[in-house]
């Protein structure tokens, strides 16, 4: 069972008459990957989901640029009496090349008297996946700090308990930004919750703001997680299983559902454990400022090659990483030599661990009944 599954059979239960679950979050954050243009307005009013499906079929809007397709979930949600009387309001989405961001948000109000500010993960754009690199050269990114922004914005115009949360980026910024509240706000809210979110800089979950919240924080993600395991987090965590295999793990529809809640793991696997070593030896060796340059220079690559979403790099990506290297070779040497270690490094990512993985992945494809 994943959330479509579960929208099904829990929709005919309100809010109200069962509280919300670990589940409910990753529906909502699924719901905010939603392209609310021209649909819901910065405004108190809002709309409500059966609303905003009509809306959404006349646009006949195509969301090519998110790698999960939140339409299935808002059709499912829209039809069901636990979701279908939520009001989405103050929805914003931002993209800016300079300073690098991609930014969007939307509010939902509950019908148990609570509001749910949502984040958007990262979408499929180049420039997303740009800022998400820029968490690990430095805190206070333009991102992070719209996320505390808005919180604070939602929060000085209702007197309801907050509840906060999103998938990816989105968990991360609903982390951050909770942690930047003013200490009012951080006393309403009820709990944030990160699906799959990358986490943050040693420095940050040592200061004061994120202990303010640290007990109110929860960290989900599934047992081959790479996104959510990027940098450093301290909060509780659940291990969960999916139906899918190594990064194809971090599509929310793949997250296996019994119940009101997931399903469990007892740890993460070796793939994840290995990338999670390597990409925490990469950021302790190497200073800010060269992460940064070095962050940089491959996304200028990217760039410069033509290249806008991942879409495009996945179609052809022969082409995509021939491109990239054809600007890499322009690029001082001492980058280029970092960039080619880093690489090859990721690329190889432990054979011999990654092989374990898929060894598991071909015997139980294998077994009889399966």
């Not at 090349?97 to 008297?113: I, Y």
């Not at 200061?207 to 990027?230: C, H, T, W, Y």
């Not at 200028?300 to 022969?318: F, K, L, Q, W, Y």
Request: net charge negative; charged share 25%; with cysteine.
């Amino acid at each position: 069972m994943n959330i479509l599954d579960y929208i099904l059979w829990r929709g005919d239960l309100s809010f109200s008459r069962d509280p919300l679950n670990e589940v409910d979050h990753l529906v909502l954050s699924e719901l905010a990957y939603t392209k609310m243009e021209n649909i819901v307005g910065f405004d108190r009013e809002g709309k409500k989901l059966p609303e905003i499906l009509e809306r959404y079929n006349e646009l006949k809007y195509k969301q090519t640029e998110v790698g999960y397709d939140p339409k299935p979930a808002l059709e499912a949600c829209a039809g069901s009496v636990r979701f279908g009387s939520l009001t989405a309001r103050e929805y914003v989405n931002v993209i800016d090349t300079e300073p690098v961001t991609q930014f969007s948000a939307v509010t939902f109000s509950l019908d148990d008297g609570t509001d749910y500010i949502a984040f958007r993960g990262t979408d499929n754009t180049i420039i997303g996946w740009q800022e998400d690199f820029h968490f690990a050269c430095s805190t206070g990114t333009e991102g992070q700090r719209e996320a505390a922004a808005y919180i604070t914005y939602i929060a000085d115009r209702t007197d309801r308990p907050l509840r906060i949360g999103g998938h990816s980026k989105g968990g991360h910024l609903a982390v951050y930004g909770a942690a930047m509240c003013r200490e009012d706000i951080r006393e309403r809210i009820l709990e944030i919750v990160s699906c799959d979110g990358p986490g943050f800089r040693e420095e940050f979950l040592k200061s004061q703001n994120f202990l303010n919240i640290r007990d109110k924080v929860l960290l989900i993600a599934p047992e081959s997680a790479f996104i959510g395991r990027m940098m450093w987090m301290d909060c509780p965590t659940r291990i969960i299983k999916s139906s899918e295999t190594m990064f194809q793990q971090h599509n929310p529809y793949t997250w296996c559902v019994i119940g009101k809640q997931f399903e469990s793991c007892a740890k993460f696997s070796a793939f994840s454990s290995y990338l999670d070593e390597t990409i925490d030896t990469w950021l302790t060796n190497i200073p800010d400022e060269d992460r940064m340059a070095f962050v940089d220079m491959i996304f200028s690559c990217i760039h410069r090659a033509g290249i806008r979403t991942v879409a495009e790099m996945s179609a052809n990506p022969i082409k995509a990483w021939n491109a990239i290297l054809s600007e890499l070779r322009d690029v001082d040497p001492e980058l280029q030599k970092q960039a080619g270690s880093v690489i090859k490094k990721l690329a190889s990512a432990g054979t011999s661990v990654i092989w374990d993985d898929v060894k598991g992945i071909f015997v139980k494809k294998t077994e009889p009944g399966s």
